[in-house]
């Protein structure tokens, strides 16, 4: 057989440098970018042929294929004559290692098997075998699936039918090469996009350990804005926390070692994190109490504690409502002290505590809720789904999968949308049903309805911070304060004659966690510079003026030149840099050639109270903010400059969190069937799939 030269992908690259563990740099030859990887992953180099040079890479595949072929010792067309198909043969006898036939129908084992003789594999460095290594990989990060899912025989199976030449890989190729040179690429990315970013804030969030003790796990998030103005969001670091290191010196040390190694030390406008040390229970939300729907999706965590509350956890609203270990009197003074001023509160997390205290204040609403469930999941299971339909599946509602009625519930907003559908159509469900023991007496009603209104300004604030959150969409802190306002307004005009318990609760949690946000300076500031709020809000403009000056005239630079080219210049500089000087045309030089033109009036720089009365003069409108200041940069460059920091604070909990929840689940982390260094690598690559993979 004539020699056949080894085919690699790195034909198409020059290694410009080798370093440790088999890393290396190439430049493409074609184009000549510059790919990082590992010399046994070379997924990246196969996937920029194939997405830049679409002829280089179908060059790669032919060579590729030529040389398998030669090779092989049967060649996959010697087999078409059986059936036609190129993948299966049918051999005459039923003997042997080759396909069995049963019923006329060959079946894989052998034909495909790992020693029978039908089809040749193919070898690591295959462009295909590594395409679809590398969308197992994706998998495995995008579903939150442990690595030992490749060798379970079922999936084995699949592949197998889907393309016999495929070699599967050992779970640790996965752990132990794939994953991690995906992080060490996501890493890269991140500090890239970082080193340019305008202004950024990042966000600090501590969990628990599964198994309780003092261990837990720390995230740290970057909220940054491109040179683009497009807000964009990177975990940084999810890293284990040991037993007798989740203090809050250890949680800061830790935090700053993150941020020094990505390079945004000393760089982040705000840090949104709870008092240390907070360790908490991953992701928990505030739950109705007792409103336990079948198949709703709020698995044990949040109804462990809720029936742990001894008397329904009226008693403790703090270790039930919500996010648990966050409460008054429990902060580190290291931690606090190393954060400073710099840090703020979540404002989703204040707003579930709110609600969480304000549900166990009324320890009667139990179990009327209790019975409504019960109600509930008697008329899924018992009713038809087509009658269902009419009542359940319209505008508004929280149905799951397409056909059934087990919705898909996270969080008490999800579930008060279960029962306000409940309760609009509790005739016609009762008459379906009918008429028992479960159904709800008129008391239960007013008291149910009477829940349903008084949380429903709770619920469009909660929706406004979670809007379409599965784009990942950044909600800034501007909304924090019109909500606050909106709700305190919404429980002085609310009575609650079945539920007086449910108000005062509310409202106390209310005036504790979140009125001070009407006398901060940041939310003032941030409130004002959007657009569409401005100063519309308040009812004493001139004091809300004069508080939102002096908290400019701390963030803004001395002066700003208001040449458009200048300060065109200035918002593409990444923080802390100085912005560089704009050339000067040569013809702005006077001279007697061109005396005849008209000399352009020379403009002079604003000050920041002038910039202000400008702004406000304005009418509000509903442009999204960093669109609105990046148009306005050359009118007002000094709002511009804070508005683009203040802007960089998310509302909303960070998708991480929900993360956790969700690889908890997946993982089976209790069971230790995910060392922790593999846990770290799944939830970090989830976190920044988009950053990886869009």
Not at 66 to 92: C, D, I, Q, V, W
Not at 295 to 318: F, M, N, T, V
Not at 348 to 362: A, F, Q, T
Not at 459 to 481: C, N, Q, Y
């Amino acid at each position: 057989m004539a020699s056949v030269s080894k085919v690699s992908i790195l034909d198409y690259f020059n290694i410009v440098f080798e370093g440790e563990n088999g890393k290396i740099e190439s430049n493409c030859k074609a184009c000549g970018t510059r790919i990082q990887a590992k010399r046994s992953v070379t997924s990246n180099f196969v996937t920029h042929l194939k997405r830049k040079h679409q002829a280089m890479y179908d060059e790669f595949v032919k060579r590729k294929d030529m040389k398998r072929e030669a090779y092989s010792s049967g060649s996959l067309h010697s087999f078409n004559a059986n059936g036609g198909t190129p993948r299966y043969s049918h051999p005459a006898s039923t003997g042997g290692g080759g396909a069995q036939i049963v019923g006329g129908v060959g079946t894989l084992e052998g034909a495909v098997g790992g020693g029978g003789g039908g089809v040749s594999k193919f070898d690591r460095h295959d462009p295909r075998q590594v395409l679809i290594s590398e969308a197992i990989a994706k998998m495995m990060v995008r579903d939150l699936q442990p690595a030992y899912t490749v060798e379970n025989p079922g999936f084995r199976e699949l592949l197998q039918l889907l393309e016999p030449r495929y070699t599967p890989e050992p779970r640790q190729y996965f752990q132990n090469q794939l994953l991690p040179a995906y992080a060490y690429q996501a890493q890269l990315a991140t500090r890239q996009a970082l080193a340019s970013a305008l202004a950024l804030s990042l966000s600090l969030d501590l969990w628990s350990s599964l198994s309780g003790g003092k261990s837990g796990y720390l995230g740290v998030t970057c909220h940054f804005l491109t040179c683009e103005w497009q807000m964009r969001s990177a975990l940084l670091a999810c890293l284990p926390l040991g037993r007798t290191g989740s203090g809050g010196g250890h949680v800061l040390a830790e935090f700053e070692e993150v941020c020094h190694a990505h390079g945004v030390s000393g760089k982040a406008f705000r840090v949104v994190a709870e008092p240390f040390p907070a360790l908490t229970p991953p992701a928990r939300t505030s739950c109705l109490p007792g409103f336990n729907i079948a198949g709703g999706g709020i698995g044990g965590l949040e109804q462990e504690a809720d029936d742990a509350a001894p008397g329904g956890g009226d008693d403790d609203p703090e270790e039930v409502g919500g996010r648990n270990g966050h409460g008054e009197g429990r902060e580190d003074g290291e931690g606090e002290q190393g954060l400073g001023a710099s840090r703020v509160d979540c404002f989703s997390d204040s707003l579930d505590r709110c609600v969480g205290e304000g549900l166990h204040s009324c320890p009667q609403l139990r179990s009327t809720l209790a019975k409504a469930a019960c109600f509930y999941n008697y008329i899924t299971s018992a009713v038809p789904p087509e009658k269902l339909r009419q009542v359940l599946d319209g505008p508004g509602g929280v149905s799951g999968k397409p056909g059934s009625f087990l919705p898909d519930i996270k969080d008490w907003a999800s579930q008060l949308k279960v029962l306000r559908q409940l309760l609009d159509s509790v005739e016609f469900l009762e008459e379906l049903s009918g008429r028992g023991e479960l159904a709800l007496c008129d008391e239960e009603r007013a008291q149910l309805r009477e829940l349903i209104d008084t949380l429903e300004p709770f619920t469009e604030a909660w929706d406004m911070i979670h809007w379409d959150r599965p784009t990942e969409r950044h909600v800034s802190i501007s909304l924090a304060l019109p909500c606050v306002l909106g709700l305190r307004k919404h429980l002085s005009e609310t009575s609650t004659p079945h539920c007086p318990s449910l108000l005062a609760g509310l409202a106390q949690a209310v005036e504790r966690r979140l009125a001070p946000i009407l006398e901060d300076p940041l939310y003032i500031s941030v409130t004002t510079l959007d657009p569409q709020f401005k100063l519309t809000w308040s009812s004493n403009p001139d004091w809300h003026r004069q508080v939102l000056l002096e908290e400019l005239s701390k963030h803004a630079p001395p002066s700003l030149s208001v040449h458009p080219p200048a300060a065109t210049e200035i918002h593409s500089q990444p923080p802390g840099s100085s912005p560089a000087a704009s050339p000067i045309s040569s013809l702005s030089r006077p001279c007697k050639l061109f005396s005849f033109i008209k000399q352009r009036p020379t403009m002079q720089a604003k000050s920041l109270e002038q910039e202000l009365a400008g702004y406000l003069r304005e009418e509000p409108t509903d442009e999204d903010p960093l669109h609105y200041w990046r148009r306005k940069a050359i009118d007002f460059p000094l709002l511009a400059q804070v508005a683009k920091r203040t802007f960089t604070i998310p509302a909303s909990s960070t998708v991480v969190s929900s993360i956790f929840t969700t690889a908890r689940q997946n993982l089976q982390l209790e069971r230790g069937c995910v060392l922790p260094k593999h846990l770290e690598t799944l939830i970090y690559l989830k976190a920044n799939y988009r950053l990886l993979w869009t």
